[in-house]
C-alpha cells in the first residue's frame, strides 16, 4: 500500500525555466509534509518542508505547495539549474512529532543546459 | 559530508549469514533512524531510537535488531540474511524528537547478498 505516490519517475526541464515535482498521498492523518534531495552516492538531503496549517512555503528558489482537499503537494524551483539535478523524494509523517516517515519513489529531475 | 558517518559503505555476504551495519549521529544528535530502501522504490522506516531507548518501530523484520548506545552510535544486525534483504540502509539523525526540520542522513550502507 504505497501511502506516498509520485507517479512521475522521471521529468527533464530546460535550465533557467521551472521545475514542478508532484505528489500524492492517500492517508488523511498526514500533516507534516518533506522535500528531500538526493544524489548518487550520497543520502538524502531536507531540501524544505509544509505543515498541514500551511498551503505554501518558500525557501529561497524552492517554492512547496499543499492541497489538503486532494491530497496533493508540489516542489517548484525556479529558476532551475543544473546543480538541482538529482533524485526529489516526497515523504508526509501523522502526527507532528511522530518520525516516521513515509516516502514516496521518487522522481529524477534532469536539468538540461 | 552531512555529519552522519555511515560503515561499512559496501557490505558483500552470502544468504544465511549475519551482518552489522554501522552508524554514528552529528555531534549532539540524540535521535537516531534506520531506513532500507530497496531496488526503485521509496524508503522504508525501520527504527527509531532516542537516547539510547526505542522509540518507534516500522515494518523491522524479526530477523534484524538494532540498538543505540550510551555514546549514541547505533548499530543495524540483520541475520539469517535472504537475496532479499539486498537494499541501502540509511541511518538519519535529529537533535531531538519533534523538531520543526528533516532529519540529516548518511550516505548509506549497499548490502548485497548472494
Known amino acids: 500500500d504505497q501511502q506516498v505516490k509520485q507517479n512521475s519517475p522521471s521529468l527533464s526541464v530546460q535550465e533557467g525555466r521551472i521545475s514542478i515535482l508532484n505528489c500524492d498521498y492517500t492517508?488523511?492523518?498526514?500533516?507534516?509534509f518533506l522535500w528531500y534531495k538526493k544524489y548518487p552516492a550520497e543520502g538524502p538531503t531536507f531540501l524544505i518542508s509544509i505543515s498541514s496549517i500551511k498551503d505554501k512555503n518558500e525557501d529561497g528558489r524552492f517554492t512547496v505547495f499543499l492541497n489538503k482537499s486532494a491530497k496533493h503537494l508540489s516542489l517548484h524551483i525556479v529558476p532551475s539549474q543544473p546543480g538541482d539535478s538529482a533524485v526529489y523524494f516526497c515523504a508526509a509523517s501523522a502526527h507532528f512529532g511522530n518520525e516516521k516517515l513515509t516516502f514516496g519513489t521518487g522522481t529524477r529531475l534532469t536539468i538540461i543546459p | 559530508d552531512s555529519g552522519v558517518t555511515q560503515t561499512p559503505k559496501h557490505l558483500i555476504t552470502a544468504t544465511g549469514q549475519r551482518v552489522t551495519l554501522r552508524c554514528s549521529p552529528r555531534?549532539?544528535?540524540?535521535?537516531v533512524y534506520w531506513y532500507q530502501q530497496s531496488l526503485d522504490q521509496g524508503l522504508q522506516f525501520l527504527i527509531q531510537?532516542?537516547?539510547?531507548?526505542?522509540?518507534a518501530k516500522g515494518n523491522i523484520l524479526e530477523r534484524f535488531s538494532a540498538q543505540q548506545f550510551p555514546d549514541l552510535h547505533s548499530e543495524l544486525n540483520l541475520s539469517s540474511l535472504e537475496l532479499g534483504d539486498s537494499a541501502l540502509y540509511f541511518c538519519?539523525?535529529?537533535?531531538?524528537?519533534?523538531?520543526?526540520?528533516?532529519?540529516?542522513f548518511g550516505s548509506g550502507t549497499r548490502l548485497t547478498v548472494v
Open positions: 538519519a539523525s535529529k537533535e531531538a524528537p519533534g523538531a520543526n526540520y528533516g532529519y540529516t
Open positions: 531510537y532516542y537516547n539510547g531507548e526505542e522509540r
Open positions: 492517508n488523511s492523518m498526514f500533516d507534516y
Open positions: 555531534s549532539g544528535d540524540l535521535s
